[in-house]
């Protein structure tokens, strides 16, 4: 079946250094990748999310960036603060404008002062 | 933005009862909603799409004589545990596009079950 891989598991930066957060994707047919942030017990929060036709998207300190021939995605934060540590997962659309999403593992981020 | 509630928040029951999770859209109709489970450090797993006006699709895997979901209205899908077991303790969450976004969801804030 469909499944999302996403590495690393856990990463620990400098506050002010950057982090990277990559996933790869089975779906061929995937065409949605959302990136969320949550923290302990809540919800997961949009940060940023890109469409096939696009190679790359930028929101201030957070850039996603699509390799849609190696199926492949990645999260970048520049800049990290304190406050940017929490549990981020990355999704992919399954089944076309299904709407469903398929997470990956998450990776745990922690921004050390 | 658009807002999508859940209660109850948490619930604690014993085992073998039944426990019913509501998920509302506040805001837009919702002919689609989704029910994700996740575990303790785990990530959120797809259980099953929710249709307004007929019957939920459920995920490879998911027993749906176990996970009963009702969308009676175009802003409400109930999930139901029926017979709930130590081993169905998680937090769910449900989520729902506002018409014409099929891509963007929008998250309720779950709801922590824990059965004794």
């Known amino acids: 079946g469909e499944n999302v891989e996403q590495h690393p598991s856990t990463l620990s930066v400098q506050e002010g250094d950057s982090a990277v957060i990559k996933c790869t994707y089975s779906?061929?047919?995937?065409?949605?990748f959302p990136w969320y942030k949550q923290e302990l017990g809540k919800r997961p929060q949009l940060i940023i999310d890109?469409?096939?036709?696009?190679g790359e998207k930028k929101d201030q300190r957070i850039a996603v960036t699509l390799n849609k021939t190696a199926k492949h995605f990645s999260l970048h934060i520049t800049e990290t603060q304190p406050e940017d540590s929490a549990v981020y997962f990355c999704?992919?659309?399954?089944?076309?404008?299904?709407?469903?999403?398929?997470f990956g593992q998450g990776t745990t981020l922690q921004v050390k002062p | 933005g658009a807002v999508v509630s859940q209660h109850p928040s948490r619930v604690i029951c014993k085992s073998g009862t039944s426990v019913k999770i509501e998920c509302r859209s506040l805001?837009?109709?919702?002919?689609?909603m989704f029910w994700y489970r996740q575990f303790p450090k785990q990530s959120l797993m797809l259980m099953a799409t929710?249709?307004?006006?007929?019957?939920?699709?459920?995920e490879q895997g998911v027993e749906k004589d176990k996970f009963l979901i009702n969308h009676a209205s175009l802003t409400l899908s109930t999930l139901t545990v029926t017979s709930a077991h130590p081993e169905d303790s998680s937090f769910y969450i449900c989520?729902?596009?506002?018409?014409?976004?099929?891509?963007?969801?929008?998250f309720g804030p779950g709801t922590r079950l824990t059965v004794l």
């Open positions: 805001d837009f109709q919702a002919t689609t």
């Open positions: 999704a992919a659309s399954i089944g076309g404008n299904t709407g469903k999403l398929i």
């Open positions: 890109i469409r096939s036709n696009v």
């Open positions: 989520s729902a596009p506002r018409p014409g976004e099929t891509d963007t969801q929008y």
């Open positions: 929710s249709n307004e006006g007929s019957k939920a699709t459920y």
């Open positions: 779906d061929s047919a995937s065409n949605y």
